[in-house]
């Protein structure tokens, strides 16, 4: 049976491109024990606060300081299609219902299930609470599935009126738009055993790639972004312009690029170009056999602060590209519009990231399958960390008041020797 994961099974289980607050373990399987809690996180998941796309829970494995415990415990073959029948009757409860996938696993020899619940177009969601015939909203919070109440609960019923963009549905395309092949890349890159399915247009239902719009069905904007040649066709700026002014900006351009096609094609080509600006320089030691070597700008910093702007960007009414301008000092990035509200200029220079919703679900999560980008909130570690290890300047980040851009600053290391500490 091919699996119906997006995602492979054992990246999954041990959280390789997948944040461990999307993934929810139970070591069995008691209808009466383990149901309501499931039917829970169920709705936590499609309820989506945090626009993550959902999560998966895994029933069959146990988890000890929030790591699966591995090899699985497994669920004997009665009790894994008693979970299945159960849980397809009793999500019904759920009001009101939700899309979710069951997918049956085989580790180690042994039977898991697991529940794949995207975030969902029908927000908000009630699931019993196991209190006679009382509902109650649920979210994620952190790894912890919670009943949502006071402001956290205000927050849900305001931004449920919205689908974040990228999910939502391209009526003026048809799934003929899709480039199968880039599909199936996609899943040989993430190691998904979907790529083994033969109907196109079933793995594009399978990865909620599609929409139903009366009798028919149009692609996602997520779909026409990753995996067609020209995103553009849809999206007008979705796309990086490299711009590099060797005299800074007073002078003349000498050179610009422009990064098309699906958006891990624009993040990895942009990136493998920008490699041709850092250079790299090794110190010899008079007093010791060891040299000392670093780089104008850190690939680690590059690649997470091109991703990041591909990323957090907006692809809704916004014709302007993702820009990445190269002067002899520095390196700028910037994307548009600016951070969402809730994103202060003192949390990037504290590195300090509150959890806020995403404005892109579905980007971030594929990005994150493909290994491109980082878990929530640990990016701007990742650079600022990349920056200090090769003793360079520390990194900046400015947007204005009304939030119109977002700049990201990679000031170059240009020291000719080495004095600092690694």
Request: with cysteine; proline share 6%; hydrophobic share 35%.
């Amino acid at each position: 049976m091919i699996s119906s994961l997006p995602i492979n099974i054992n990246n999954l289980l041990r959280f390789r491109g997948i944040e461990s607050a999307r993934v929810e373990f139970k070591q069995s399987w008691d209808e009466k024990t383990t149901g309501t809690q499931v039917l829970k996180t169920l709705a936590a998941f499609a309820n989506d606060f945090y626009n993550v796309n959902g999560g998966y829970i895994i029933i069959g494995v146990g988890e000890r300081d929030g790591i699966a415990v591995l090899p699985p415990s497994g669920l004997t073959p009665k009790k894994l299609n008693l979970a299945q029948k159960w849980i397809r009757g009793n999500s019904k409860k759920i009001e009101p219902l939700i899309q979710f996938r069951l997918s049956p696993e085989l580790i180690d020899e042994q039977h898991i299930l697991v529940v794949w619940v995207p975030g969902s177009d029908s927000r908000p969601h009630k699931a019993p609470s196991g209190k006679a015939k009382e509902r109650a909203y649920y979210i994620r919070e952190g790894s912890e599935t919670i009943a949502a109440q006071g402001k956290l609960l205000t927050d849900l019923l305001n931004m449920c009126a919205k689908i974040p963009f990228d999910d939502r549905r391209a009526s003026g395309f048809t799934l003929n738009d899709l480039r199968s092949t880039l599909v199936r890349e996609f899943l040989h890159d993430v190691r998904s055993s979907l790529v083994e399915e033969q109907d196109d247009y079933e793995i594009y239902r399978r990865l909620w790639l599609t929409a139903k719009v009366n009798s028919h069905e149009v692609p996602k904007n997520i779909a026409l972004l990753f995996f067609t040649d020209d995103p553009e066709i849809a999206f007008r700026g979705a796309r990086i312009e490299v711009v590099h002014f060797p005299d800074d900006s007073s002078g003349n351009i000498l050179e610009e690029w422009t990064f098309k096609g699906a958006l891990p094609k624009q993040i990895k080509d942009c990136i493998n170009h920008l490699k041709n600006f850092s250079t790299t320089y090794i110190q010899k030691h008079d007093d010791r056999a060891e040299t000392s070597k670093w780089v104008t700008y850190p690939l680690a910093a590059i690649e997470e602060t091109i991703v990041n702007a591909v990323y957090h960007r907006s692809y809704e009414g916004i014709i302007e590209p993702t820009k990445v301008y190269i002067y002899p000092n520095r390196i700028e990035v910037s994307n548009y519009p600016g951070p969402l509200p809730g994103l202060e200029k003192h949390h990037f220079e504290q590195q300090k990231i509150p959890a806020i919703p995403a404005r892109n679900r579905r980007i971030g999560e594929m990005l994150k399958e493909l290994g491109l980008a980082e878990a929530r909130g640990t990016g701007i570690r990742k650079v600022f960390r990349a920056m200090r290890t090769n003793g360079s300047p520390q990194p900046r980040y400015e947007f204005d008041k009304e939030r119109s851009y977002f700049t990201a600053i990679l000031p170059a290391n240009l020291k000719t020797t080495f004095n600092g500490e690694w």
